[in-house]
């Protein structure tokens, strides 16, 4: 099956192309600046690679630009748009609605629509790109995947806040978890690298970009998320604070006369290990380029970091009571071995040695725990894309749909 992946935000539209049965990658690329001016960059699997500026005014337009060009005579991937089976929209928040990924119709518009003040810098952006397609593609199946289904499964204790009960029932405030999709692909991914039941075994994943969270998966399911009601809770981020003290936040609005909007700005785009590192910069490279040269702020953002990770890390362990697999995903858990071992040197007391020659290898999935490390430490590159693929391709089969091409 040919499934056309769609990731569609305020002003940009990521898409793929992946044929579900060999997993391959038939093309990608992104629409930027959408309602501004428009640039396409699109590459396929025979080497084209494109970079322009087409003017797309909306999604449809920029839509229609990704169709066009697929079913392109020379640059194209496939003959006609007929042969796209499927499409599977990312979608960030499904609030308590969806438990797993669903087929879109106008019903699930409708409560999606109901969840937007909930994820209201997303979901509308999500929306315009359903709509898009759908107005352009009217009889193809749309599958939607949320980022919040996977975490579904958290129970009470796990998801409510020490608030009265009352805002939960009210207003549904509670904590919802975020980067399902990548922390369901790659807790996967980690059983099937290790040759492991995903039933069986208790991983805890670090995806380490520049928005972070900690997953815990227990035997397959979400037992606990570091991110909260919004994206905001957790970790130190690239430009969000993670946990704060509420309590600050009123002495920090009385002190600089802000109100909740404009502390809210702070709390988001100002801060993590940009504010830490006095506005030096959000980017982990150029923290870790800085921290060698005894740039001191730079050095006390990365650590930090990597302290708050093994803090989580360790309460999650608690939490599951035990933990086979550790994994290290996303742009910073990926590629920065520095960061990896100090935050390995916490958790020593689990048992952990690392191979430290294994640690510096670059490959999709690796195992950097020595033999003698009673927990498994793996760096695994995430494939949001791909997951939603393959969620797409599995709820087209419920429904009986079959290749067309
Ligand atoms: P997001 O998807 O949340 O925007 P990514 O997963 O792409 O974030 O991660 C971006 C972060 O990964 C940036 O801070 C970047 O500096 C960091 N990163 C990428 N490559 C490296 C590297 N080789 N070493 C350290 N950090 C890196």
């Known amino acids: 099956m040919k499934i056309l992946v769609i990731n569609s935000g305020s002003s940009s539209l990521k898409f793929q192309v992946i044929d579900s049965k060999t997993e391959k990658v038939l093309a990608k690329g992104v629409c930027e600046r959408i309602g501004i001016d428009g640039v396409f960059s699109y590459k396929t699997h025979k080497g084209i690679s494109i970079k322009e500026s087409v003017p797309m005014q909306n999604h449809k ?67 315009v790109g359903v709509d898009a397609c759908r107005e352009l593609m009217p009889d193809t199946l749309m599958v939607g995947v949320f980022d919040t289904a996977f975490n579904q499964t958290m129970e009470p204790k796990a998801f409510l806040y020490g608030l009265p009960y009352q805002y939960y029932e009210k207003y549904k405030i509670r904590r919802y978890g975020f980067h399902g999709i990548s922390h369901k692909y790659v807790s996967l991914r980690a059983a099937e690298f290790m040759g492991q039941n995903p039933n069986r075994v208790k991983t805890i994943v670090c995806h380490l970009g520049n928005g972070a969270s900690i997953c815990a998966v ?66 982990f490279r150029e923290l870790k380029d800085a921290e060698i040269k005894y740039n001191e702020m730079a050095a006390l ?105």
């Open 61 to 127: 337009q920029a839509v229609n630009t990704i169709l066009d060009t697929l079913a392109d005579g020379e640059k194209g991937v496939i003959h006609d748009f007929a042969e796209i089976d499927v499409i599977g929209h990312r979608l960030v928040h499904g609030g308590e609605k969806f438990t797993g990924s669903v087929v879109i119709t106008d019903e699930v518009i409708q409560a999606m629509t109901e969840c937007n003040d909930l994820a209201p810098l997303h979901n509308p952006a999500n929306l």
């Open 218 to 283: 227990k035997y397959g399911k979400v037992i606990d998320n570091s991110m909260g009601f919004t994206p905001l809770e957790g970790l130190v981020m690239g430009t969000r604070c993670g946990d704060v003290d509420p309590g600050a936040l009123e002495f920090l609005a009385k002190k600089e006369n802000l109100d909740f909007q404009q502390v809210m700005t702070i709390l988001n785009q100002e801060s993590g290990v940009l504010g830490i590192s006095k506005n030096f910069s959000s980017d």
């Open 301 to 405: 953002a990365r650590e930090i970091f990597a302290y708050k990770v093994a803090k989580y890390v360790g309460s999650y362990a608690a939490a599951m009571n035990g933990v086979d697999n550790i994994v290290f995903t996303a742009g910073v858990g990926e590629n920065d071995s520095d960061i990896r071992d100090e935050i390995c040197e916490y958790l020593e007391f689990l048992g952990i040695t690392i191979d430290e020659v294994k640690n510096r290898e670059q490959a999709e999935a690796v195992k950097i725990s020595d033999w003698s490390s009673k927990v498994n430490v793996l760096v695994i590159k995430t494939n949001e894309e791909l997951e939603i693929a393959r969620e797409a391709a599995a709820v087209a089969a419920q429904m009986g749909v079959s290749e067309k091409a």
